[in-house]
């Protein structure tokens, strides 16, 4: 029973390796079919031999009829004629077979298969020598009225569209031509909805709609002297009523309509510029030199592809318009109201040049714009940064201060350091000093007589100049932590105040963080494939990646157990030695020995993700790095059974190698190889799973056999037959 059963899977005892060393020299050539369409119930399929069989003396040619996909046998002939019912999928094949060897009455119709017996055979796995065509010749029945129609109308792809100013200009792509007979002729047709309601034709897919909505262009190709399309009606004519009277429709015409199309879903284009918010951050006074206004982004602008951003003064409560920059800041000559607005806007839409100065408005601007009820895309910021200018009597001018250099929190603190941009102007009298003030609200923490603090948190800081009378600017006022700089410039003649002095109160802006952790683990592989010999197995794992180690850091290799990974070992080098089974990694370490004390290690106890919780990396504060996946090994005794298989067996599509857990996690190679050890397919796994797929639909119908290759080592796993699709 055991050897019948292995005659059936195509697999013989003994047999394994042995299928290079076969010397059958029975062929069973190759048969041809006619493309076939019915009419009546049953029909008579014939098939040609194509004179390439290969008949030893005493054997004998028959010829089998299979059915369906798993090729059931249905019937044998002397010669490839059958008579099979209209539906359905038939295939002749040819069997040259010696009658001494090869029992016929092994064969149940509508039973036994062309793979059972094509597995007794020595091509097949077996023992017989004989041949069996597998692949045959195939029929399948169609619609006599399909096949003589030869039009077809390919396919179309759809761009992506949507209203703008308007209107949308739809384009299909050609993914599939169509074929056009004789006599025939092409155009497209526009319908609109799920209802396909048809709009327009035309002969190019390129349509213009000045609506929202659904919209399809199909591809119609027809003879005018059959299919008169005086019939449609557009707005009521639909796709399905023309299709209806085709063919493929289920009518009697021959023409091909494309029914699913190049499918536009029209929609008014989105409008994503966004002008955002300003706050006022310098307002000086009106003096001979005239007075500088600057706005900052309280919400930074959004800017679309191909869009520009400029900023807008306008003056008065009517938005005057009266001069535009790249840059929030303008110098105005008169007293009054002025406004600071950002505007962004495409240059192909908005044309800057209907501005006249003096003229035109903010209001008149914004009227354009979707945002305030015109079709242009784009935004303006109405409301912007307000600045009342008033004459300016006092001299004294703080300049300006720029970061001199980034920084971050490193070793607990970090230095900020400004450098002048814009010289102060210091009157006879007056002093300079540097003010540090933190977050938004500009708190005031310290003061110095140069531009440089040092801090122990993160956060926002700002740099400003304070160019100040002693005499009327009492600084005892200041509590430091709670007086802003706000409140120190509501006191100056600059902020609303009645005192000369002069803050910088944009400064040198600061946004201060940790300073990045560099250090990186990289990542690790098995360089071998151990076992359990003696008691003991030895665990390698080379890079796959190197480390970043960066100065006064240190490199250390640690061996986990389980899922939970516990830490068992730590080593210079990525090797260990193991006494028992189960599941082990090996991880990089990367770490600063003065931040990170590895006493706290408890071997047994401690776990790889304590450890990485300790690290910016799992959440902690610790700059470090743990690969924590590293190299894992699934060790087992050098005698356990490590077996894979595969299924479904036979397979037309794909077939599911499940791997023996050696290979879990591994990298390896799967290697389809023919019959005659020619390599078919090699497919990559990385940490292979337990079930791995492998495509071999593109395989013709045959025998093949299935190795995996790992660490250099190539093992058998075993045959799997390719069946027709």
Not at 88 to 97: K, M, Q, S
Request: negative net charge; charged residues 15%; aromatic residues 6%.
């Amino acid at each position: 029973m055991l050897v019948l059963w292995s005659l059936l899977l195509g697999v013989l005892p003994g047999q394994a390796f042995a299928n290079e060393l076969l010397t059958c020299e029975a062929q069973a050539g190759t048969l041809s079919s006619p493309k076939l369409c019915f009419g009546d119930n049953e029909v008579v399929i014939n098939a040609t031999p194509q004179e390439d069989a290969v008949i030893p003396d005493g054997f004998q040619t028959i010829y089998v009829l299979t059915s369906g996909d798993g090729l059931v046998i249905e019937g044998v002939n002397a010669t490839p004629t059958f008579t099979v019912p209209v539906e359905g999928i038939f295939t002749i094949h040819t069997l040259v077979y010696d009658p001494n060897t090869l029992d016929l009455g092994i064969v149940v119709p509508g039973e036994t298969t062309g793979f059972d017996v094509n597995g007794l055979l020595e091509q097949g796995g077996g023992a017989i020598c004989a041949a069996l065509d597998v692949a045959g010749a195939r029929f399948e029945f169609t619609n006599c009225n399909e096949l003589l129609c030869e039009a077809r109308s390919g396919t179309l792809a759809a761009n992506d569209v949507c209203l703008e100013g308007g209107n949308a200009t739809l384009i299909a792509d050609v993914t599939e031509d169509p074929v056009i007979p004789t006599g025939y002729e092409l155009i497209y047709v526009l319908t609109s909805g799920d209802e396909l309601v048809i709009q327009g034709v035309n002969a190019t897919p390129e349509f213009d709609v000045d609506t929202e909505g659904k919209f399809t262009i199909h591809t119609l190709v027809y003879d005018p002297n059959t299919l008169d399309l005086g019939i449609v009606v557009p707005g009521q004519t639909t796709g399905f009523d023309v299709n209806g009277l085709l063919v493929q429709g289920g009518g009697d015409i021959c023409a091909a309509l494309d029914v699913a199309g190049a499918s536009f879903d029209v929609a008014e284009c989105p409008c994503d510029a966004d002008a955002g918010t300003l706050r006022t951050f310098i307002q000086e006074c009106l003096d001979a030199d005239g007075a500088k206004i600057r706005a900052f982004p309280d919400i930074r602008p959004t800017e679309p592809e191909g869009f520009e951003t400029i900023y807008v003064l306008t003056s008065g409560d009517g938005l005057v318009i009266e001069n535009v920059n790249n840059v929030p800041s303008f110098v105005v000559e008169q007293t009054g109201l002025y406004t600071i607005h950002t505007l962004v806007y495409d240059p192909n839409t908005l044309d800057l040049g209907i501005v006249v100065p003096g003229q035109t408005t903010g209001f008149d601007v914004n009227g354009l714009l979707k945002q305030g009820g015109g079709d242009i895309c784009g935004s303006l910021d109405v409301a912007g940064a307000a600045f009342e200018v008033v004459e300016c009597p006092c001299e004294a001018t703080a300049g300006t201060l720029i970061p001199s250099a980034e920084a971050c929190i490193d070793g607990g603190d970090a230095t900020l350091s400004a450098e002048v941009d814009e010289s102060p102007v210091i009157p006879e009298g007056f002093n300079l000093l540097y003010v540090l003030t933190t977050g938004d609200g500009l708190v005031i923490q310290n003061v110095s007589e140069s531009p440089e603090f040092t801090v122990d948190a993160q956060g926002v800081y700002t740099i400003h100049t304070l160019v100040y009378d002693p005499s009327t600017l009492d600084l005892s006022i200041v509590v430091p932590g709670v007086t802003t700089g706000f409140d120190v410039n509501g006191l100056l003649e600059q902020g609303g105040g009645d005192i000369c002095g002069a803050l910088d109160v944009a400064g040198a802006p600061f946004d201060i963080e940790s300073c990045a952790c560099e250090a990186s683990a990289g990542t690790l592989h098995p360089s071998n494939d151990p076992c359990l010999l003696s008691g003991n197995a030895v665990l390698k794992a080379s890079e796959n990646e190197a480390p970043h180690v960066p100065a006064g850091f240190e490199v250390l290799y640690v061996l986990t157990s389980g899922e939970g990974l516990v830490i068992e070992a730590v080593s210079n080098e990525p090797e260990f030695t193991v006494d028992h089974t189960g599941r082990f990694t090996i991880h990089t370490l990367v770490y600063d020995p003065a931040t990170l004390d590895l006493g706290i290690v408890v071997p047994g106890q401690t776990t790889g993700f304590d450890v990485n919780g300790l690290l910016e990396q799992g959440g902690g504060a610790i700059c470090a790095a743990l690969d924590v996946a590293g190299a894992q090994f699934h060790i087992e005794a050098c005698h356990s059974p490590r077996v894979s298989t595969i299924f479904p067996n036979p397979s037309s599509a794909a077939i599911e190698v499940n791997l023996a857990e050696r290979f879990w996690g591994k990298s390896i190679q799967l290697d389809v190889m023919s019959s005659n050890s020619r390599s078919i397919i090699q497919q990559q796994v990385e940490q292979s799973p337990e079930r791995v797929q492998v495509d071999v639909s593109e395989l013709a119908p045959g025998i093949y056999l299935l190795y995996t290759t790992h660490n250099g080592k190539r093992t058998f796993i075993g045959r799997f037959v390719k069946a027709n699709p």
